[in-house]
């Protein structure tokens, strides 16, 4: 062997001693990579590797033998697979280039989730410590408001009943209507405490629907003297119900059976409940004028 051939095959084995680093460079890559199409194409540039690693040391030893023939044959070989390997480089560079792409867009969307998370979470917050402040307001506003209303309420009272025969029936008038004016608020304002009192204690207590009801007679006890309504109340179910909205709802019902009355006949009013596809069904039959 000459020179030239010593160089060929000293430029081959350094080929050959390259694409064994690259081989197990790739290997590195690839246990990283967790994309299944991907891998795909990094395990072929590896396999393709692996044939250039067995073509150099082919035309290395072709060479040492003075092969020339099968050394050209080699060479066109290497060549071809080389330019298919380039191709699937370039591809599997791009397929990786679009994965890393996609991976910083979900992080950077998971990234604003979370912060849009933690700016709702202290929005929330903010929130619920002015709708405190305002029903602490409410509330105490609410709360000192009856005072001076049951005031009121007392002094028209108490001249109506101090100065009856002595003054004329326009006086009379505005005196009641004074007293019905400042009862109406008071029950605003009973109401108002009532919402506000239902929105701290708004939870499920197991309650005996007949005591509520009971409850509900004596509170519009005067409204029954007045109109003297027949109510049946047959036997009711102990459930899991929040007692305050519920006894609000029994008051508004049977109120709108004795109020929106046919005034030629008796108030007839049944309240009943039964069980009915796993749920507890009310009624509420009157004889009332209904709905026009």
């Not at 990283?32 to 590797?49: D, E, F, H």
């Not at 035309?59 to 033998?65: C, D, W, Y």
């Not at 009801?213 to 409204?223: G, I, P, R, Y």
């Amino acid at each position: 062997m000459n020179w030239f051939d010593y160089l060929t095959i000293s430029l081959i084995l350094v080929g050959a001693l390259i694409m064994l680093y690259a081989i197990v460079s790739t290997k590195k890559i690839l246990a990283i990579i967790q994309t299944l199409k991907i891998r795909k194409t990094w395990i072929l540039l590896i396999v393709l590797m692996g044939i250039f690693f067995i073509g150099y040391l082919v035309a290395a030893g072709l060479v040492i033998t003075d092969n020339k023939n099968l050394v050209a044959i080699v060479t066109g070989f290497i060549f071809c697979f080389g330019a298919v390997f380039v191709a699937i480089t370039v591809h599997t560079g791009h397929n990786t280039i679009v994965a890393i792409q996609k991976l910083y867009k979900t992080s950077e969307q998971a990234k604003k989730l979370k912060e849009a998370k933690k700016e709702l979470v202290n929005k929330n917050r903010e929130l619920l410590s002015k709708n405190l402040e305002l029903e602490q307001f409410a509330y105490i506003s609410s709360h000192d408001l009856q005072e001076p209303i049951r005031t009121v309420t007392s002094i028209a009272e108490l001249l109506g009943k101090q100065y009856k025969g002595k003054l004329d029936e326009n006086t009379y008038k505005l005196i009641h209507f004074l007293t019905e004016a400042t009862t109406r608020m008071s029950k605003l304002i009973k109401g108002l405490l009532e919402y506000l009192r239902i929105g701290r204690e708004i939870q499920l207590v197991k309650t005996d629907c007949n005591e509520i009801a009971n409850l509900v007679l004596e509170d519009l006890s005067k409204m029954i003297n007045e109109s003297n309504p027949k109510i049946h109340i047959e036997q009711l179910p102990v459930i899991n119900v929040y007692p305050t909205l519920f006894k609000q709802l029994f008051q508004n019902l049977i109120t709108n059976a004795i109020k929106f009355r046919n005034k030629d006949r008796e108030v007839l009013l049944n309240i009943s409940a039964e069980m009915e596809n796993g749920h507890w069904k009310f009624s509420f039959k009157d004889n009332g004028i209904g709905i026009p």
